[in-house]
């Protein structure tokens, strides 16, 4: 999506324009035969795929992203209707930043990027999928896989090996027990957010998540 972004953003918006009036004409429908033809891959091209990703996020359940065991995206529809989908204006400063910038964009193992291209005073954000709170609050599944206990474990030894490149590191995780431990060495500072979703904002339960560096 971000590639498509900078390298045609105008293509993208086009598509983006046809999609937002598809839906708008019957939007159950499009909705679920648009989440189709994107775990089909019916199509190929990149910019395609965008426009079919930013569609389903904006008219999806709560922006919500998920998967199943097959890797394929299971969110249902958001129940919205005279929907605004592209954000034209928003979309080519994007596109003017990823360029301007010279930001470099991959999919990947987060370690093969980290150890294979941290240097000494780098600064590296890292936001995981968060260790659940709770025995029902266990959603991990970005991916097919989700994000276990022991993947957990494997980011925290990461973590340090930063630490020890001196590298300037910040994670963000859940307040949990596991993570107090993982991180302990660590500066801790506990901050208010409300992340569990509603469709109604003021529903939101608040919670304490925590910011976790290797710097004062």
């Known amino acids: 999506m971000y590639l498509a972004a900078k390298d045609d953003v105008e293509k993208l918006i086009k598509l983006l324009t046809q999609h937002e009036i598809g839906y708008n004409q019957a939007p159950e429908g499009y909705y679920y035969k648009l989440r189709s033809c994107y775990n089909l891959r019916a199509s190929c091209d990149k910019i395609e795929r965008a426009a079919q990703f930013i569609t389903l996020n904006r008219t ?10 097959k890797g ?10 005279n929907l605004s989908i592209c954000d034209s204006n928003n979309l080519r400063n994007v596109s003017h930043t990823l360029h301007s910038n010279k930001a470099t964009i991959k999919a990947c193992d987060y370690r093969e990027m980290l150890l294979e ?18 025995s029902t609050a266990y959603f991990t599944n970005y991916t097919y896989d989700g994000f276990s206990y022991n993947d957990q474990k494997k980011l925290a ?21 596991l993570v107090r431990e993982l991180y302990a060495p660590f500066v801790i500072t506990e901050v208010n957010s409300k992340r569990v979703i509603n469709c109604n904002a003021e529903k939101r339960e608040g919670h304490t998540d925590l910011i976790i560096r290797n710097y004062s």
Do not use: H
């Open 60 to 69: 999806g359940f709560n922006g919500l992203y998920r998967v199943n065991r």
């Open 72 to 81: 394929e995206f299971n969110v249902p529809w958001g129940k919205y209707i």
């Open 117 to 134: 291209n941290a240097r000494e005073g780098d600064f590296i954000y890292l936001d995981p999928p968060y260790n659940p709170v709770s």
């Open 157 to 177: 030894e990461i973590y340090k090996q930063l630490d020890e490149m001196k590298c300037n590191v910040m994670l963000t995780n859940s307040n949990t027990p």
